[in-house]
């Protein structure tokens, strides 16, 4: 069975997060949901997750997963609130440890946080499957912006994360901790090797040039079009290309509040004495 897809587009940060259901059944699942934050004013807010359930329910979807396909470093994640709202079980890639104890470590958390998933409900390995509705949500390791990322297929649908852009944007930087271009290139070709009409959905988008903010794309348009690894472009080349742009990249602007949630399963440290929650900026390190 192919699902139906709404994709929810984060202005601020560029994001995209995705509703997906078996429209028979009104099943579904929700994907990289993302929690307001004001960077100037440290506040976070819930209105977008807030719109999103409030789509969910006006379209009388059941939800049965939250799911993330890596630890952003670009958004927060609103995983936790959706799980408080809904009840429902979260989950995340089984390599998703390796990048919690490289950030403990950069913001040298103490104890009270472990590196190793049990801010999530489920890890998620190569090959796993999961049934939502007459759904099946197949699980693809797709290492290579991080070492945890992962690629959800489900029927003619591939929700890819930050693994690919639209073709007129290429492809994730790899120059984060983790990341690596080679790898990066095996996953893309690995995603660029099902079936042509296969859609395959962005969780970001730039708008490059003036166009239309597009998030949907298919494995014919990357293989064709990609400007970074259409068919054509071996790993070497790749790899060269990749290494020399990330050079040239800035940090994405919400990475150091972003990451230290993301790792907590979109959760907020804990508050100090005074009743206040504060994040970290680790200076000189990133």
Avoid at 6 to 11: D, L, R, S, T
Avoid at 114 to 129: F, I, K, M, N, T
Avoid at 227 to 241: L, S, W, Y
Avoid at 276 to 281: A, D, G, N, W
Wanted: hydrophobic fraction near 40%.
């Amino acid at each position: 069975m192919n699902p139906e897809v709404v994709g929810y587009f984060h202005k601020p940060t560029f994001s995209v997060s995705y509703l997906v259901f078996d429209p028979v059944a009104r099943r579904g699942l929700i994907i990289d949901p993302i929690l307001d934050y004001d960077h100037r004013s440290g506040h976070t807010s819930t209105g977008f997750a807030d719109a999103l359930l409030e789509d969910v329910r006006r379209r009388g979807i059941a939800i049965d997963w939250l799911l993330e396909t890596h630890i952003h470093a670009d958004h927060l994640s609103a995983q936790a609130y959706l799980k408080e709202k809904l009840g429902v079980p979260t989950a995340i890639g089984a390599s998703a440890p390796i990048v919690q104890a490289t950030f403990k470590a950069i913001y040298n958390l103490g104890a009270e946080f472990a590196p190793d998933g049990s801010q999530y409900d489920r890890l998620l390995g190569e090959g796993e499957v999961l049934a939502v509705g007459g759904l099946a949500v197949e699980v693809m390791a797709t290492p290579g912006h991080t070492p945890a990322c992962i690629s959800y297929r489900i029927g003619d649908a591939v929700f890819h994360g930050d693994t690919l852009f639209m073709p007129d944007y290429g492809t994730a930087r790899c120059d984060f901790p983790g990341g690596d271009a080679a790898t990066l290139y095996r996953s893309v070709r690995r995603i660029l090797s099902l079936p042509p009409e296969t859609r395959l959905f962005n969780c970001h988008d730039y708008g490059p040039n003036g166009r239309a903010f597009a998030w949907e794309t298919t494995v014919a348009a990357q293989r064709r079009d990609n400007i970074h690894i259409k068919d054509g472009i071996d790993e070497a080349a790749f790899v060269a290309m990749r290494r020399s742009r990330d050079k040239t990249l800035e940090a994405p602007v919400l990475i150091l509040p972003a990451l230290q949630v993301n790792i907590r399963g979109g959760r907020l440290p804990a508050p100090e004495s005074n009743g206040t929650v504060y994040l970290k900026i680790p200076l000189n390190r990133i």
